[in-house]
């Protein structure tokens, strides 16, 4: 129920670099799983509300007070490409 | 033959979609301080870098301005708001997902001014995302990097309905909301620095029509001015493409204010699916009586558009005049004091008549043109005092009005007490009681005897060069409407 | 020495409280013992005791802990079973591990599981599987397998693991050992590398109950850097119960009916407890969870729906792995989680965007809720008959290396019995219920939200009958 324009479509929304092979083989694993699941499909839940958080819990505010930042030495330690003080990336749009 | 082509008339649509970051003192998810400018990268932490095993919890002030500005807009608070994640992959947003609202938001409604709000939400602010190369500007660069000091910042966005017609209308709008969010508190509004940030969705339409076109989407515009030139050379574009018979694309477009041009812009995510779902890290907004109260409580008395209101309704200000003041705050603030010391020493002149609000208020532009549109009269060398006593003494005629803008501009220059200027300068009012004033009507009617026969025949049209030659004489010390009786009685009788 | 890593936690506590036995030998005895696994269990391993104290004052005394690798521990590497973060060592450290630092417990060592916590297996880890130490060529179970396996061959006193779908629970089970899943919120999530964010909770892996109740103890608590977090009614007893007079126990046909797909070896341990169970006085009787049968298709909505975005931020940009930095931006974000995912997460990041897409969340996301709503409803009323609902743990006992990593879907299947605790958000324990074959059978009892303590005391009192012993893998 999966084909592969719908597996390229979605593997280029989770930006995944899938190959031929595994284009091929998510379209058959993911149609199976999603035969399975589908059968809830037919339940009755007219008026269920969906669940959103499991917890009865509201308004988790913190106060508007400063807490120490991480040393840009420490946070730039894992970056691949630190580039003038910051992480460096290939331009956005650049070919 | 020539055939006639008819031209449709075509009328803008444009609703506006603004982000204002609030003046809180740390970040919306986390702890991190708000940047100024600040060298980059020293205002991160594992939530705003989006590092493994990291969590957003909400400031409760950001929450507060939230509230304050819904209740500016007068909008329905919603009792019950949700956070969702908006997902798309971009070096600015380290999580992959920006934490936003998306159909259960925070304010729903309202109205500001004549444009209605359809809604206001809570969301966190991208990074910056720099381009090397010499533009900066990101095409020409291969290499790009991200400072994350502004990501988290909490960001305000308010959109409103497409209720706005015209591109001076929008430019006036915005200015309210401005003023509004000003004198609210919540943000430094400063477009230049990127703490008011305004899109523009515009779309035309038969003139008349109901139906709404393809809108097309203006994407930040940074001052006042260009949101003006951008909508307005959007709508030419548009009115263009539809006279040629072509359609209009719906895309997003970049107005550039130096060449005047409008580009698309690339698209961010494929067709837009942001893929919303409720943000499970954290748990629902409440907002209770408790926080009702604490935001009325820090509101100020009046916001522009009441003050606005006022200045019209019981001030008898002209209504564009009653607009002006209320959205320059400046202006609006200055003008009343200049009031309240028009009052305070009495405002009854020689005449015995108060000096109306919508006669000081006339002085005030003659003021903004001396010093400037853009400057604020409060820092003039003219105290709202002397502005007062100046008006008043018009109203008094101790001054002729064309005087009294001299003495004006020598205030502006020098600053001081205008009635000891108008001692100095010998400008003091020539009235029908100085018989010097007889004499120089009588010069005039004799200078000009086909003017006075008109006049005396009944044209008044006509009195124009004889009034001039007697202001010349008196270096319009004596007033215009005095120096027109005066001619009137001695050819009328 | 050897006697030391025969003494459960709480008994190791107590001697080095007495001052019988020194922190630092135990300590040694077990970094030893961890840095010569055979198992593939640790992905890391401490190099020396901790300088900090000697823990005789510290209520869990010195006795050092294993911990999920994807738990962020400052300085040492967290990289929660995946390629993409190999190495990767953060700047700080997840609250429930410092809790259990400061409680005295200090790290011993990381252990695999499966990547991003996504697994029942261990074989989808990013530095190979663990194998179980009741039988070396069979699973320990998932996604906690190495925290499991660790604690069962005695490579560590106790372990801390993780639970979304069972990842705590079904390798207790298939290895021998006690795994506690507590109610939603009731530990801290921050600093846990995370998997899906409405499901996923640490929890103890242990030798025996008591240690369970102790970790744990140590670990609730309400953290303000977590805002789903809640704040813990009371303290986790030791538990003491000796019986179960008075309980009623409810067995669940919708799940442990024919149709269920249960083993039956793991049947007829599971009808054993049920019968020392009833000899200890509880009642037992058949309930209903109508809804139940579905939690499995629910939670592979969503909880690949929800992973699907917490993995958006592996993009080569901040940290990790990068593949073609030097191409363009949508190449070097693609080639990176092409090449740093596993098979498994990329299924399921798959399976969550499309879940997710435009014109399919209400189909798929949004009906997944809805049946949550009615699985947690039928809890709540089940237990307003029942004190606990109990099962299997797992279906089967632990399979055979690459039995099941053909077939995503049978793989899923082994979750049937623990998902639906897990989407109620209701805290559940799996405790050894016997042999299978040789193989180790688990007996999982559920209770009501914050019913942890009466959960632990039931548990002990059944562990005292059963009378399992868990032995043999750490000679």
């Not at chain 2, 660069?141 to 209720?163: A, C």
Request: charged letters at 25%; one cysteine or more; proline letters at 6%.
């Amino acid at each position: 129920m999966l084909d592969r324009d719908q597996v390229l479509h979605v593997a280029r929304l989770a930006r995944l670099d899938l190959g031929e092979q595994e284009v091929a083989r998510m379209a058959e694993e993911l149609s199976n799983v999603l035969d399975h699941i589908e059968k809830i499909r037919e339940l009755d839940l007219e008026g269920v509300p969906p669940t959103s958080h499991v917890i009865d819990v509201v308004n988790a505010l913190r106060a508007d007070d400063p807490e120490p930042s991480l040393p840009r030495d420490v946070i730039l330690a894992a970056a691949p490409e630190p580039l003038h003080d910051g992480f460096g990336v290939p331009s956005p749009g650049a070919a | 033959m020539s055939t006639t082509s008819t031209s449709t008339a075509y009328e803008p649509v444009i609703g506006l979609e603004i982000h204002v970051q609030l003046d809180t003192r740390t970040k919306m998810f986390c702890g991190c301080r708000l940047s100024f400018n600040d060298p980059p990268n020293i205002h991160t932490c594992p939530t705003c870098l989006g590092l493994p095993g990291a969590l957003p919890v909400v400031n409760e002030r950001a929450i507060h301005f939230g509230i304050m500005i819904g209740l500016a807009l007068g909008c329905d608070i919603a009792e019950r708001s949700l956070f969702h994640r908006k997902n798309y992959f971009y070096p600015d947003l380290p999580k992959g997902y920006q934490i936003s609202q998306y159909d259960v938001p925070l304010c729903r409604g309202g109205r500001l001014g004549d444009v209605r709000i359809h809604r206001v939400h809570l969301e966190e602010d991208a990074a910056k995302l720099n381009h090397l190369g010499t533009s900066g500007r990101i095409h020409g660069s291969d290499r790009s990097w991200v400072d994350f000091n502004r990501g988290g910042t909490p960001l305000v966005e308010i959109v409103t309905e497409p209720d706005i017609s015209s591109p001076e209308q929008a430019r006036e709008w915005l200015i309210l909301l401005r003023t509004t969010l000003q004198q609210l508190g919540v943000s430094d509004v400063d477009m230049s620095q990127g703490s008011l940030r305004c899109d523009a969705n515009v779309s035309i339409r038969p003139a008349g029509s109901t139906r709404l076109g393809t809108k097309t989407e203006l994407k930040n515009m940074n001052s006042f001015a260009f949101l003006e030139r951008g909508v307005r050379a959007e709508i030419e574009r548009q009115t263009h493409l539809l006279e040629q018979g072509e359609a209009v694309v719906q895309e997003t477009l970049h107005f550039d204010p130096v060449s005047g041009g409008l580009t698309p812009l690339r698209s961010k995510e494929e067709a837009h699916d942001y893929r919303y779902f409720p943000e499970p890290d954290l748990v629902p907004l409440v907002v209770g009586e408790e926080m009702m109260t604490a935001a009325r409580a820090d509101m100020p008395v009046e916001l522009p558009a009441e003050r606005a209101v006022r200045f019209e309704r019981e001030l008898g200000l002209h209504a564009d005049t009653a607009r002006l003041f209320a959205f320059r705050a400046e202006l609006g603030d200055y003008f009343e004091r200049a009031l309240n010391a028009a009052g305070a020493d009495g405002s009854r002149g020689n005449g015995g008549a108060a000096l109306e609000p919508a006669e000081l208020s006339n002085w005030i532009p003659q003021l903004v043109e001396r010093i400037g549109s853009d400057a604020d009269p409060a820092t003039s060398n003219v105290t709202p005092e002397s502005l007062a006593a100046l008006a008043t003494m018009v109203k008094a005629k101790e001054v002729s009005r064309d005087a009294a803008r001299e003495v004006l501009t020598l205030l502006v220059n020098e600053g001081g007490d205008p009635r000891a200027i108008v001692e100095r300068e010998g400008l003091g009012a020539i009235t029908a009681e100085d018989n010097g004033l007889a004499e120089i009507v009588d010069k005039a009617i004799a200078s000009d005897p086909a003017a006075a026969e008109q006049v005396r025949a009944g044209n008044m049209k006509a009195i124009g060069p004889l009034v001039g030659y007697v202001m010349r004489e008196t270096k319009g010390r004596a007033d215009g409407g005095e120096i027109t009786r005066l001619i009137r009685e001695r050819l009328q009788g | 020495m050897s006697g030391l890593i025969d003494l459960t936690a709480a008994q190791a506590a107590e001697r080095i409280r007495a001052g019988k036995v020194a922190a630092a030998d135990l300590f040694e005895a077990y970094r030893a013992r961890a840095a010569s696994d055979q198992l593939n269990a640790f992905t890391w391993v401490a190099e020396a005791a901790p300088q900090t104290g000697d823990g005789a004052n510290a209520p869990l005394g010195g006795v050092p802990v294993a911990v999920k690798d994807l738990f962020c521990t400052e300085g040492v590497p967290s990289q929660s079973g995946s390629k993409i973060l190999e190495g990767y060592r953060p700047p700080y450290t997840a609250t429930v591990v410092a809790k259990l630092r400061d409680a005295g417990a200090p790290l011993l060592g990381k252990t695999n599981q499966d990547e991003f916590a996504m697994g029942s297996s261990n074989e989808n880890s990013g530095f190979g599987p663990v194998f179980n130490p009741w039988d070396r060529s069979r699973v320990p179970g998932g996604s906690s397998g190495g925290s499991a396996a660790a604690v069962a061959a005695g490579l560590a006193p106790w372990a801390v693991g993780t639970d979304t779908g069972g990842s705590i629970r079904q390798p207790a089970a298939l290895c021998g050992i006690v795994g506690l899943k507590p109610t939603y919120g009731a530990c801290s999530r921050y600093g846990m590398i995370a998997f899906a964010s409405s499901l996923d909770q640490a929890g103890p892996l242990t030798r025996d109950v008591t240690d369970a109740a102790l970790m744990l103890r140590h670990m609730v608590g309400h953290d303000r850097r977590d805002s789903t977090s809640l704040d813990y009614p009371g303290e986790i007893e030791v538990p003491r119960a000796e019986d179960l007079k008075g309980l009623r126990l409810g067995v669940p046909e919708d799940l442990t009916g024919a149709e269920g797909g249960i083993e039956p070896g793991v049947r007829e341990s599971f009808e054993a407890t049920l019968a020392v169970a009833e000899r200890l006085g509880a009642s037992i009787e058949t309930c209903r969870l109508p809804h139940a049968p579905h939690a499995l298709s629910a939670y592979y909505l969503i909880a690949p729906a929800e992973a699907s975005a917490n993995l958006a931020r592996f993009d080569g940009v901040r940290y990790g792995l990068r593949v073609d930095g030097d191409k363009d931006l949508v190449t070097m974000y693609s080639r990176t989680r092409e090449v740093g995912f596993g098979a498994e997460v990329k299924r399921r990041i798959m399976l969550g965007t499309y879940a997710l897409s435009s014109g399919y969340y209400d189909a798929y996301y949004g009906t997944a809720q809805k049946v949550r709503t009615k699985i947690t409803e039928d809890f709540k009323t089940a237990f307003e008959r029942f004190d606990f609902i109990v099962t299997p743990t797992s279906p089967c006992t632990a399979f055979e290396l690459g039995a099941k990593t053909d077939d995503p879907l049978a793989m899923y299947l082994n979750d049937f019995l623990a998902v639906p605790m897990s989407l109620a958000g209701i805290p559940a324990i799996s405790i050894p219920s016997g042999l299978s074959d040789g193989l180790p059978v688990g007996f999982q009892l559920a209770g009501p939200a914050f019913s942890e303590s009466r959960l632990l005391d039931a548990a002990h009192a059944l562990e005292r009958a059963i009378g399992f012993d868990g032995s043999k893998p750490r000679q």
